[in-house]
């Protein structure tokens, strides 16, 4: 039977992580996240089976699972094969009534901050959608449904509330403002096509060597701005105020003052929860800064992951020999645009 493949790109935010996370996104006033795609990929490949049984591999993450019967699914603990959960939990969601081959791949390390695992997520929920299944009735054609079922049984997978917008960037593609409203977003275009190479020239990505997890951050901020602990409901609105003016800023082209947006969100960001940065994450910025950086902030909720770099062009060069000095790896930085296709 013939293969079915699908990529997503994973993601980059510029300002308003955090604030996507129910129940947040409806607390703020006009709540909103601006992200853009990346081109460093997830890949799922899903071949049904003549028989019944499931086989899922993934040969980056180096763990597999074999069913005899896909009607075994329900009775496997995902929480016994961690790096394959998602697509685990997801396959028990959807209910496949024919048996499966799933293979996956990630251009990222899980834990850089990317959303690679949400991209990931999001590319197995578009390929399974055709195939044969148990959930008679749902709207899988939907992208906003699948955006929230993707959140959701990452939700379940991690035990702590879960954002949209790793999931919403891997959909949609390009440079985009997620304006959260219930049970809904509203996907708003940025920043052309032909003006990418404005944002890349200035931007350099980087893995800082040390592996975050999100849920743990994510917890805290939100636990604490539902408290109404005055320090983080300060900086929570004043985050979602930059992310705004972040909006603003795209649309206008006016993108040397992306240094400025990174700069404030990442001071304000830190004083959300304890762990946001670490004294290796500090080191790397401090390299980066004394050879020319403009601004710098983690990617995702930060501890750990991808760090995010505003450079003048003439002083590109420079500042990624301070940052591979400090121990960080350069990764690609292209804007993808466009969101999850079929490849196949």
């Given at each position: 039977m013939?293969?079915?493949?699908?990529?997503?790109?994973?993601?980059i935010?510029?300002?308003?992580?955090?604030?996507?996370?129910?129940p947040?996104?409806?607390?703020?006033?006009?709540?909103?996240t601006?992200?853009?795609a990346i081109?460093?990929?997830?890949?799922v490949?899903v071949?049904?089976?003549?028989?019944?049984?499931?086989i899922?591999r993934s040969k980056?993450?180096?763990?597999?699972?074999?069913?005899?019967?896909?009607d075994?699914l329900?009775k496997?603990?995902?929480d016994?094969?961690?790096?394959?959960e998602?697509?685990?939990?997801?396959?028990?969601?959807?209910k496949?009534t024919?048996?499966l081959?799933?293979?996956?791949h990630?251009?990222?390390?899980?834990?850089?901050?990317?959303?690679?695992?949400s991209?990931?997520?999001?590319c197995?929920?578009?390929?399974?959608?055709?195939?044969?299944?148990d959930?008679?009735?749902?709207r899988?054609?939907?992208?906003i449904?699948?955006?929230?079922?993707?959140?959701?049984i990452?939700?379940?997978?991690?035990?702590?509330?879960?954002?949209?917008?790793?999931?919403?960037a891997?959909?949609?593609?390009?440079?985009?403002a997620?304006?959260?409203?219930?049970?809904?977003?509203e996907?708003?275009?940025l920043?052309?096509?032909?003006?990418?190479?404005?944002?890349?020239?200035?931007?350099?990505?980087?893995?800082?060597?040390?592996?975050h997890?999100s849920?743990?951050?994510?917890?805290?901020?939100t636990?604490?701005f539902l408290?109404?602990?005055?320090a983080?409901?300060?900086?929570?609105?004043?985050?979602?105020?930059i992310t705004?003016?972040?909006?603003?800023?795209?649309?206008?082209?006016?993108?040397?003052k992306?240094a400025?947006?990174?700069s404030?969100?990442?001071?304000?960001?830190?004083?959300?929860?304890?762990?946001?940065?670490?004294?290796k994450v500090?080191?790397?910025?401090k390299?980066?800064?004394?050879?020319?950086?403009?601004?710098n902030?983690?990617?995702g909720a930060?501890g750990?992951g991808?760090?995010?770099?505003?450079?003048?062009?003439?002083?590109?060069s420079?500042?990624i020999?301070?940052?591979?000095?400090?121990g960080?790896?350069?990764?690609?930085?292209?804007?993808?645009k466009?969101?999850?296709?079929?490849?196949?």
């Amino acid at each position: 039977m013939k293969s079915i493949k699908y990529k997503a790109p994973t993601r980059i935010d510029i300002a308003g992580g955090t604030v996507d996370i129910y129940p947040t996104s409806l607390i703020l006033k006009d709540a909103v996240t601006v992200n853009m795609a990346i081109e460093l990929f997830s890949e799922v490949k899903v071949t049904p089976r003549k028989d019944r049984k499931i086989i899922i591999r993934s040969k980056d993450l180096d763990q597999s699972v074999k069913l005899d019967q896909c009607d075994q699914l329900d009775k496997v603990n995902p929480d016994k094969f961690k790096k394959l959960e998602l697509v685990i939990r997801a396959l028990q969601w959807i209910k496949p009534t024919v048996g499966l081959e799933i293979e996956t791949h990630l251009d990222t390390p899980l834990g850089s901050g990317l959303g690679s695992s949400s991209s990931l997520l999001v590319c197995l929920l578009h390929a399974l959608r055709e195939i044969p299944n148990d959930k008679p009735g749902i709207r899988l054609d939907s992208d906003i449904f699948l955006i929230n079922l993707a959140a959701e049984i990452e939700a379940q997978a991690l035990q702590v509330m879960t954002g949209k917008q790793d999931h919403a960037a891997p959909t949609y593609g390009g440079v985009h403002a997620y304006h959260w409203q219930p049970s809904y977003l509203e996907a708003e275009n940025l920043v052309q096509s032909k003006d990418f190479p404005e944002i890349e020239n200035r931007l350099i990505l980087s893995y800082t060597g040390q592996s975050h997890f999100s849920g743990t951050t994510n917890l805290d901020m939100t636990v604490n701005f539902l408290y109404r602990k005055s320090a983080t409901v300060r900086a929570m609105n004043k985050i979602n105020a930059i992310t705004q003016k972040s909006s603003q800023v795209l649309k206008l082209r006016q993108f040397n003052k992306l240094a400025n947006i990174l700069s404030q969100e990442w001071e304000f960001r830190k004083s959300l929860a304890k762990g946001v940065t670490t004294p290796k994450v500090e080191k790397i910025i401090k390299a980066a800064v004394n050879a020319g950086a403009k601004a710098n902030k983690l990617t995702g909720a930060g501890g750990g992951g991808c760090l995010v770099t505003y450079a003048d062009p003439r002083d590109r060069s420079k500042v990624i020999d301070a940052l591979k000095s400090a121990g960080a790896q350069i990764l690609p930085l292209k804007i993808s645009k466009e969101g999850v296709r079929k490849i196949s």
